[in-house]
């Protein structure tokens, strides 16, 4: 009896491999993949003054498709003083035509912030997709002193920030 059980659940196992192999989920079918956000959206910012006080928040947006509608979104913490420019946009955009939003941004020395964004496109059926950015502020006012000694910014080869104490040796 019991190798009957076993030759029964064989060809079971085997023929519910091949259905998952005939639907696409086991070689990776892009049809059954997630679709992604025909969209580029990212951010960055720069200092526009000696002292690093006043900076320029960019978020640029570019479509891959025609898009009927597309929404930037530029969330700012409390803490972070809009300078100029608007925190929204939106309107239809051409594939391949980049839009670009400036925010002119007075930010604290004594605090570190996150700034978040998104950018989404929307289709008349009702269907909406959307991307998001991240912008860390990393002030050296914001970061506690190391032994009497203020850190230095730089930044690294993959031009990410770098907070560096002079005098330590950096782990390898």
């Known amino acids: ?14 023929g519910f491999l091949i259905f998952l192999n005939a639907c696409g989920t086991l070689n990776g079918d892009p049809a059954m993949a997630k679709p992604t956000v025909p969209i580029n959206f990212s951010m960055d ?22 898009a009927p509608m597309v929404r930037i979104r530029v969330e ?29 941004v007075m930010v604290s020395k004594e605090l570190n912030h996150q700034i978040f964004g998104f950018a989404s496109v929307e289709f008349p059926d009702g ?10 502020i990393s002030s ?3 970061i506690k002193q190391k032994n009497g000694v203020q850190p230095q910014i730089r930044k690294n080869r ?9 005098g330590e040796v950096p782990n390898q």
């Open 76 to 104: 700012i913490p409390k803490e972070v003083q809009i300078t100029q420019g608007e925190k929204m946009w939106s309107g239809p955009l051409k594939k391949g035509e980049e839009k670009i939003i400036q925010i002119g």
């Open 45 to 66: 910012l720069a200092s526009s003054s000696q002292n690093g006080d006043e900076m320029v928040l960019t978020a640029r947006v570019t479509p891959q498709i025609d």
């Open 1 to 14: 009896m019991e190798n009957l059980k076993k030759c029964l659940k064989a060809p079971l196992v085997f």
């Open 140 to 142: 050296p006012g914001g």
């Open 127 to 136: 269907t909406k997709m959307t991307k998001s950015a991240l912008v860390n």
């Open 158 to 166: 993959f031009n990410e920030d770098v907070i560096e104490f002079p």
